[in-house]
């Protein structure tokens, strides 16, 4: 046990992070993509003192380092949540952390929008000439 510490700390994450990223690059030629956490609606306090809110934007950050150091695209959900309208209560349940089915479905659509423009931008990278001709058609 690490008593109150975390799993891993902020550091330990983003080092865990950017080794997952280059291993699914590498191994397995992967499109990555690194999604930021939501914010919650309870003042859950953690065990190292600090607030679910304030642990979530340290991660956040961590992942975000971890994505720009890899040159992967970073999506923090909290931030897209908040540009699309959606306060914390449309999307988590009653725990106030924990996504609702509201939260889950925006979540997929959000999840699923951020893949097929990553398929776009690899596919344009991949295939430039082509992509030239479908627009020349268009």
Known sequence: SRGVLP?????????HLRTMIRMC????GAQ?????NHGARSLLILPSGLGYDETRAQYSAAAQRAAKGAGVRFCDMAE???????HVDDIVNEDGVHLSPQGLRA????AAN?????????TNA??????M???EEE
């Open 32 to 36: 990555v993509i690194v999604f930021g």
């Open 133 to 135: 001709q479908q627009a």
């Open 80 to 86: 897209v949540f908040s540009a699309a309208g959606l």
């Open 107 to 110: 979540y997929a659509q959000i």
């Open 25 to 28: 690059r590498e191994q397995a």
């Open 7 to 15: 799993i891993s700390t902020p550091d330990e994450f983003e080092a």
């Open 114 to 122: 951020e893949i097929m423009r990553a398929l776009r931008i690899f």
């Open 126 to 131: 991949q295939h430039p000439t082509r992509n």
